[in-house]
């Protein structure tokens, strides 16, 4: 077991910090998406955005660092399945890591 020292015990990391987390990332399959911009409506982290015009409007992950936490609500919204979240999202530094086990696409109701 590991304990804290003094200096890491003053430090809270921050989730909005690069040094302590990795974001969530998602891939966009812009074959299949028609720039219906739901997705970006009900991301919790604000993290997509549509943009382009007519046929190209598409959506975009933000690039630097997007506030994307994996919740894969984007991918349970699409209805034309074009979002997968292929990378989740991780705290380092001292925070333990839970197996999460494998990321799965939500349930259908
Ligand atoms: S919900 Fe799907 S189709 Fe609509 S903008 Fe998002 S990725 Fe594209
Ligand atoms: S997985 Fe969640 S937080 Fe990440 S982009 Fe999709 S809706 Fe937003």
Redesign the pocket.
Known sequence: MSYLNLIERLRIPTYDNEEYATT?R?RIDHEKCNGCGM?AM????N??YIAGEGKNKKAY?EKDF??????????AICERDA?I?NVTYDFGYFYKILHRGEMKPPRKF
């Open positions: 969530g998602v997705c009900i991301c919790p982290g993290a997509l992950l997007p506030q994307c936490m994996s919740c894969n609500n984007c991918a979002i979240v």
